[in-house]
């Protein structure tokens, strides 16, 4: 099956800090997004919108909770789809993050300002008040920047939280250094459906953000533990793609371990990171997984930085 290129990722190379001489692209023109919305299970649901991360949603009739919140010229959009379900003219009362990256908080502002209590790990607060710079530790960053304050959560936790509304105990559990340094995955256990954020994708090889405290092996333990603690027939809903299945994570989880063996065999036998790109050491996965956003050499860049634990690895220039 080809990969699928998601626009979020022409954002979010719009967004990369582009070499010198040439122009920063403009971002996409929102104004004509539109807002999908699928049934998932029980009263969840997900909404999809120009691709950037999916939210999910617990409506009920206590009111709306929802898990990330897209882009904020999104946001009235997305209000009125929830309100457009018929299930509750109650607004959305909680939003947890899955992570802090700009296309999963963008609408935290809009929506906290609507009178929604924004909840995340400590480090997305952290990093959602500082800003700074998301990458893979090679050529592909960005830089996010600082939110108002407004945007930031006003709860945090440490390890996990619960929200206990529309008869569901929503429970967002932290992994450490998968995605970034701030992952929550959050379970619908009554619904029997899981948010994996950004730790599970179906674009292709996946953007681990190393830069922000993210790593490879953390990602492969959070996709293990999280399918070790759901049934078999539980919904998955991706950071980005469509609604999956623990065989497909498990499938994805075999990437990522059989990638990063290949990398470690290939620093076992010291071999540089310009030689595994010369040696094209992942070209068995390169048709399946690359992608516009992360090609197999950016993969490469993300193993190696990772692998070695290499956060603060100098840009390197784009060929
Ligand atoms: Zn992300």
Same mark, same amino acid.
């Given at each position: 099956?080809? +990969?699928?290129?998601?626009?979020?990722?022409?954002?979010?190379?719009?967004?990369?800090?582009?070499?010198?001489?040439?122009?920063?692209?403009?971002?996409?023109?929102?104004?004509?997004?539109?807002?999908?919305?699928?049934?998932?299970?029980?009263?969840?649901?997900?909404?999809?919108?120009?691709?950037?991360?999916?939210?999910?949603?617990?409506?009920? *009739?206590?009111?709306?909770?929802?898990?990330?919140?897209?882009?904020?010229? #999104?946001?009235?959009?997305?209000?009125?789809?929830?309100?457009?379900?018929?299930?509750?003219?109650?607004?959305?009362?909680?939003?947890?993050?899955?992570?802090?990256?700009? =296309?999963?908080?963008?609408?935290?502002?809009?929506?906290?300002?609507?009178?929604?209590?924004?909840?995340?790990?400590?480090?997305?607060?952290?990093? #959602?008040?500082?800003?700074?710079?998301?990458?893979?530790?090679?050529?592909?960053?960005?830089? *996010?920047?600082?939110?108002?304050?407004?945007?930031?959560?006003?709860? +945090?936790?440490?390890?996990?939280?619960?929200?206990?509304?529309?008869?569901?105990?929503?429970?967002? #559990?932290?992994?450490?250094?998968?995605?970034?340094?701030?992952?929550?995955?959050?379970?619908?256990?009554?619904?029997? &459906?899981?948010?994996?954020?950004?730790?599970? &994708?179906?674009?292709?090889?996946?953007?681990? =953000?190393?830069?922000?405290?993210?790593?490879?092996?953390?990602?492969?333990?959070?996709?293990?533990?999280?399918?070790?603690? &759901?049934?078999?027939?539980?919904?998955?809903?991706?950071?980005?793609?469509?609604?999956?299945?623990?065989?497909?994570?498990?499938?994805?989880?075999?990437?990522?371990? =059989?990638?990063?063996?290949?990398? *470690?065999?290939? #620093?076992?036998?010291?071999?540089?990171?310009?030689?595994?790109?010369?040696?094209?050491?992942?070209?068995?996965?390169?048709?399946?997984?690359?992608?516009?956003?992360?090609? +197999?050499?950016?993969?490469?860049? +993300?193993?190696?930085?990772?692998?070695?634990?290499?956060?603060?690895?100098?840009?390197?220039?784009?060929?």
């Amino acid at each position: 099956m080809r +990969t699928r290129v998601v626009p979020i990722l022409a954002l979010a190379s719009a967004l990369l800090a582009p070499p010198a001489g040439v122009n920063a692209q403009e971002p996409p023109d929102l104004s004509k997004a539109e807002i999908k919305v699928t049934h998932v299970a029980g009263n969840i649901y997900m909404l999809e919108g120009s691709d950037a991360g999916n939210i999910a949603a617990s409506v009920g *009739e206590d009111g709306i909770v929802l898990v990330d919140d897209e882009y904020a010229p #999104l946001a009235e959009k997305i209000a009125a789809a929830l309100k457009g379900l018929g299930v509750t003219d109650k607004p959305v009362r909680f939003i947890i993050n899955t992570h802090y990256h700009f =296309d999963h908080t963008g609408g935290n502002l809009p929506f906290a300002d609507a009178g929604a209590t924004l909840i995340a790990h400590d480090n997305v607060r952290t990093r #959602l008040a500082s800003g700074g710079t998301a990458g893979t530790g090679g050529s592909m960053h960005f830089e *996010e920047v600082k939110r108002a304050q407004g945007a930031l959560p006003v709860i +945090t936790f440490d390890r996990d939280v619960s929200v206990h509304l529309n008869g569901e105990d929503i429970r967002a #559990l932290h992994y450490p250094a998968g995605h970034t340094d701030g992952d929550a995955v959050i379970f619908f256990s009554k619904a029997n &459906v899981v948010h994996m954020g950004d730790d599970y &994708v179906q674009y292709g090889f996946p953007f681990i =953000d190393v830069r922000s405290g993210g790593s490879v092996r953390g990602m492969i333990a959070a996709c293990e533990a999280t399918l070790a603690a &759901v049934p078999a027939d539980v919904k998955i809903i991706p950071g980005h793609g469509a609604v999956s299945n623990p065989a497909e994570v498990r499938e994805y989880v075999q990437m990522l371990k =059989d990638t990063s063996a290949v990398v *470690e065999k290939a #620093l076992r036998a010291g071999r540089t990171l310009d030689q595994m790109k010369e040696d094209k050491i992942l070209a068995r996965w390169s048709a399946k997984y690359s992608n516009d956003f992360i090609d +197999t050499n950016s993969f490469i860049d +993300t193993l190696y930085y990772s692998l070695t634990n290499q956060r603060d690895a100098p840009f390197r220039k784009h060929n």
